[in-house]
């Protein structure tokens, strides 16, 4: 009976036994196989922070489609940004305040008063805090900028005048025209 089906249905017979046959090589190989490796790459997503001083706000700007996706609003004119990686600072100076922003959500999630006149710099998870008025310099870990306290021991104490700049890597230089030196740190 099989056999005289097979005669009048070849062809089908045929379709049959060969989607069987792939099927069980399909299942062989996906049994005995051990996979394969991926990387898992962390693609930049082409935004920068922004900082319009007339609006008292900063902005996400995308670089790929040329426009603010966000707005975070300051409490003054006298105002700047930070950013390293996904960490986002606001520099309120006007209201000497240091706002924790949220890159994802762009929210304010934490804030830190900072002493009048500070200048604040940011290299990876590490923050310096510059009063160049009293050369008082504190070095601090992003995570812990929430706990700053200015009334706290600075790391340094430089001197009047004091200017400072932070590399990527996090090498802070700072001199102080008052004692005419000039620190290396590697914060």
């Given at each position: 009976m099989i056999r005289a089906w097979i005669r009048r249905h070849r062809q089908a017979a045929t379709t049959v036994t060969g989607g069987a046959v792939v099927?069980?090589?399909?299942?062989?190989?996906?049994?005995?196989?051990?996979?394969y490796q991926a990387q898992r790459v962390d693609l930049d997503d082409g935004s920068v922070w922004v900082v319009n001083s007339a609006q008292q706000a900063i902005g996400r700007a995308n670089t790929a489609v040329l426009e603010l996706d966000?707005?975070?609003?300051?409490?003054?004119?006298?105002?700047?940004?930070?950013?390293?990686?996904s960490t986002v600072l606001l520099a309120d100076r006007g209201s000497s305040r240091l706002?924790?922003?949220?890159?994802?959500?762009s929210e304010v999630v934490d804030t830190a008063p900072l002493p009048a006149?500070?200048?604040?710099?940011?290299?990876g998870s590490r923050a310096?805090?510059?009063?160049?008025?009293?050369?008082?310099?504190w070095l601090v870990p992003v995570a812990g900028l929430s706990a700053f306290d200015?009334?706290?021991?600075?790391?340094?104490?430089?001197?009047?005048?004091?200017?400072?700049?932070?590399?990527?890597?996090?090498t802070l230089l700072v001199y102080s025209a008052v004692t005419g030196t000039l620190s290396r740190i590697q914060a």
């Open positions: 099927l069980a090589l399909l299942t062989g190989f996906a049994l005995v196989s051990d996979g966000s707005v975070v609003d300051s409490r003054s004119e006298d105002i700047d940004v930070l950013q390293a990686g706002d924790m922003v949220d890159d994802a959500t006149g500070a200048e604040v710099m940011l290299a310096a805090i510059l009063v160049p008025a009293t050369g008082q310099l200015a009334a706290s021991a600075p790391t340094l104490i430089l001197g009047a005048d004091a200017v400072a700049s932070m590399g990527d890597d996090g």
